[in-house]
T-cell receptor
Framework: DTGVSQDPRHKITKRGQNVTFRCDPI?????LYWYRQTLGQGPEFLTY????????KSRLLSDRFSAERPKGSFSTLEIQRTEQGDSAMYLC?????????????FGPGTRLTVT | AQSVTQLGSHVSVSEGALVLLRCNYS??????LFWYVQYPNQGLQLLLK??????LVKGINGFEAEFKKSETSFHLTKPSAHMSDAAEYFC????????????FGAGTRLFVKA
């Protein structure tokens, strides 16, 4: 068990460019969550998957954002036509539904800076 | 809908002093409650959780929290602060009937003075 990993750890992009982040959850975990954290705030829920199915999306997730988990393992979060307001830490977490523990294990995050 | 309020964005204590970080929640269903800690440029690490059963829960690094339904509170305490406790702490509530989507408070930054 190597924990949740995210790639890249840092991304600097120019406004208008597209970016994609990857999250690799703990291998046996069937749920995967994406959160966004801005400076001085707690993480805000964006979306979550159970296996490959995307079960809920926050209103924060505009149509420029899309997330996938094609084989129920890793997930990607893409932001199209980035804006300066997208600058934030993007956190991924995973959990195992049915294991009785319920807690989410977080990755180190991807820090996005849009210039 | 669920929400979390953390009272005090910054708390400063002396090394060896009691740590008390306050958290109040709102939930229409029996909540699952969590405290996470975040060190700079890192992800969140779970300190402790309450799901059901005993209302006083113990976590890692000497922290504990008590679920008080009547007060809708889940305050985090530690009897004696260490310098290594300096970090950002987040209280969170999760709806077990709603996919365990987790709602976080705004966080409390703990400073520990030597």
């Amino acid at each position: 068990d190597t924990g949740v990993s995210q790639d890249p750890r840092h991304k600097i992009t120019k406004r208008g460019q597209n970016v994609t982040f990857r999250c690799d959850p703990i291998s046996e975990h069937n749920r995967l969550y994406w959160y966004r954290q801005t400076l001085g705030q707690g993480p805000e829920f964006l979306t979550y998957f159970q296996n490959e199915a995307q079960l809920e999306k926050s209103r924060l997730l505009s149509d420029r954002f899309s997330a996938e988990r094609p084989k129920g393992s890793f997930s990607t979060l893409e932001i199209q036509r980035t804006e300066q307001g997208d600058s934030a830490m993007y956190l991924c977490a995973s959990s195992f539904l049915g294991g009785g523990s319920y807690e989410q294990y977080f990755g180190p995050g991807t820090r996005l800076t849009v210039t | 809908a669920q929400s979390v309020t953390q009272l005090g964005s910054h708390v400063s204590v002396s090394e060896g002093a009691l740590v008390l970080l306050r958290c109040n929640y709102s939930s229409s269903v029996p909540p699952y409650l969590f405290w996470y800690v975040q060190y700079p440029n890192q992800g969140l690490q779970l300190l402790l959780k309450y799901t059901t059963g005993a209302t006083l829960v113990k976590g890692i690094n000497g922290f504990e929290a008590e679920f008080k339904k009547s007060e809708t509170s889940f305050h985090l305490t530690k009897p004696s602060a260490h310098m290594s406790d300096a970090a950002e702490y987040f209280c969170a509530v999760s709806d077990p009937t709603g996919g365990f989507k987790t709602i976080f408070g705004a966080g409390t930054r703990l400073f520990v003075k030597a």
